[in-house]
């Protein structure tokens, strides 16, 4: 009797000890299907052809209606669905299904018009320790050298698809003079411009004109090399862009 006792502690405990990672597996294959769902959905656009637009949009609202646009990186073949709501803590925490995962979802920001027109649109996504959040990689845009082989990606909303020229990428504070996220006005974006490409790592040629907005990606920098570090930090990585509309 007090083996098969000691034999079902054993077996609780192994079963126990499968759960974390069962849990880890599912979550892990969720989002690599949500990843391939995405990425088969952009492959289908081409960007002088509204029909196809259309198409994906459908396709992607047919899952969730809060997608207001997709980021594609076309060098690396990375492409992000973008993510509004009515506030900006609801998909810190929530994948595509708007059920609860960590690594959340790329997200703008509610104060933004969802078509881009805001004068600097701040985009969200979390970058997680070791690098396999969503914004993970926008550490690699602080180098030069990663920026001169990357230099802009393609923001593709319904009604139309803009090229994202980087114009800035540096590190700072949270909730710095960068962080702007509803400046109202023309002369204040410019003024924001200036200030925003002083601070980059490295000079480009991008301007901006009197017609030109701007896109924002934001994400937790990991700068201390510690977990830590990285939890209680207040580094951000600021990466910024200047939209054209690409014609149709």
């Not at 509610?110 to 396999?132: A, I, Q």
């Not at 200030?195 to 896109?215: G, H, P, Q, W």
Request: aromatic share 16%.
């Amino acid at each position: 009797m007090r083996r098969k006792i000691i034999m079902c502690i054993l077996y609780l405990t192994l079963i126990g000890s499968l759960i974390p990672l069962i849990l880890f597996t599912l979550k892990y294959l969720e989002r690599n299907g949500i990843d391939d769902k995405v990425e088969k959905t952009v492959e289908t656009i081409e960007v002088d052809d509204r029909s196809s637009i259309q198409k994906a949009f459908e396709e992607i609202w047919a899952i969730n209606k809060d997608v207001v646009a997709f980021l594609y990186f076309p060098n690396t073949d990375t492409s992000f669905p973008v993510l509004q709501t009515s506030d900006n803590d609801f998909y810190l925490d929530k994948n595509l299904y708007k059920k609860y995962d960590e690594q959340g979802s790329i997200f703008m920001d509610y104060r933004s018009n969802p078509d881009f027109t805001s004068f600097n649109t701040f985009v969200y996504g979390h970058s997680v320790f070791g690098g396999n959040g969503k914004f993970s990689f926008l550490k690699k845009y602080m180098d030069e050298s990663y920026f001169l082989k990357n230099p802009s990606f393609q923001v593709i909303t319904p009604n139309a698809v803009y090229q994202a020229d980087i114009f800035s990428a540096y590190l700072e504070k949270a909730f710095s003079t960068s962080n702007q996220p509803d400046i109202q006005n023309r002369d204040s974006l410019n003024i924001y411009f200036d200030e925003v490409k002083a601070k980059s790592f490295y000079l480009t040629n991008t301007e901006i004109s009197e017609n030109d907005n701007m896109i924002t990606l934001y994400t937790c920098a990991d700068v201390g090399g510690s977990l830590s570090s990285f939890l209680n930090g207040t580094d951000r990585y600021f990466v910024h862009a200047i939209l054209k509309e690409i014609e149709s």
